[in-house]
Nanobody
Framework: QVQLVESGGGLVQAGGSLRLSCAASGRTFSDYVMAWFRQAPGKEREFVVVINRSGGNTYYTDSMKDRFTISRDNAKNTVYLEMNSLKPEDTAVYYC??????????????????WGQGTQVTVSS
């Protein structure tokens, strides 16, 4: 089992920044591909970004790749999501997720085995 705990969400004005963290425990963190998803009210869970086990490869949703940056620190068992130039449409609950393999279906939420509880990000206009 892998336990994931997100933190760092909050209320921010449009144009502002937030840094989300996801702390993992339970298994060897570096064995897992990590991703961030988000879910806005009334919408399906949406893929944001994925990072491979070493941190050397990432893949972003096009609409976020110029504003968001994922990173991981395997020594600290933590993955981060730096979000800049936030927009009201970025308002959502942000979830981190883990799975073992970096296959091309990483945008599909159902392929992830472990999820955090989510952290709320609210961007005011």
């Amino acid at each position: 089992q892998v336990q994931l705990v997100e933190s760092g969400g909050g209320l921010v004005q449009a144009g502002g920044s937030l840094r989300l963290s996801c702390a993992a425990s339970g298994r060897t963190f570096s064995d897992y591909v990590m991703a961030w998803f988000r879910q806005a009210p009334g919408k399906e869970r949406e893929f944001v970004v994925v990072i491979n086990r070493s941190g050397g490869n990432t893949y972003y949703t096009d609409s976020m790749k110029d504003r968001f940056t994922i990173s991981r620190d395997n020594a600290k068992n933590t993955v981060y999501l730096e979000m800049n130039s936030l927009k009201p449409e970025d308002t959502a609950v942000y979830y981190c997720a883990a799975r073992r393999h970096y296959y091309s279906d990483y945008i599909r939420a159902e392929t992830y085995n472990y999820w955090g509880q989510g952290t709320q990000v609210t961007v005011s206009s």
